[in-house]
């Protein structure tokens, strides 16, 4: 828990060299492919064909089959290195996602950095602990593979 709220943060290997990575990551409609199917996942709209600083992207999910709107900025950004998306609507009342990248010896370090908090306080606690917490660390373990999957290395 950070003094902002909650924190999940996982890293990751991915063969391959810099570039060709962040090229996959700052494209908006490769979110699909490594989101799970039961979220029903759609980019909407995106206001550039990769992500830059100020770049707003729209998404339709769908969570326990209620539809839902999630709209991103794209605050910070450095080519080849990092880039932060912060939620403007969503059923967060916090997110906010750093993706830093590192050039390593045989591949690239990838870091996931989500500071998030819940509405409804004790409510959004409580959801937290009994559903929510599982559902992004599902979330994760699933981009985790499929990333596996799209940079299976040599």
Do not use: C
Request: glycine share 6%; hydrophobic share 40%; charged share 30%.
């Amino acid at each position: 828990m950070s003094a902002r709220g909650l924190v999940l943060e996982r890293r990751q290997e991915v063969p391959g060299d810099l570039v060709h990575v962040f090229a996959f990551f700052k494209d908006p409609h490769n979110l699909a492919r490594i989101t799970p199917p039961w979220l029903r996942f759609q980019v909407a709209h995106t206001t550039d064909a990769t992500v830059r600083r100020g770049t707003r992207i729209r998404y339709d999910i769908k969570w326990f089959g209620l539809p839902m709107r999630w709209e991103s900025l794209i605050s910070e950004y450095r080519e080849n290195e990092r880039f932060s998306d912060e939620m403007l609507i969503g059923p967060y009342a916090r997110w906010y996602h750093t993706h830093t990248f590192e050039q390593l010896d045989g591949g690239v370090e990838m870091r996931d950095r989500v500071e998030y908090a819940l509405p409804l306080g004790p409510l959004g606690r409580v959801a937290h602990a009994v559903m929510v917490a599982r559902q992004l660390r599902a979330i994760f373990d699933y981009r985790e593979v499929r990333i596996r999957e799209i940079f299976p290395g040599r």
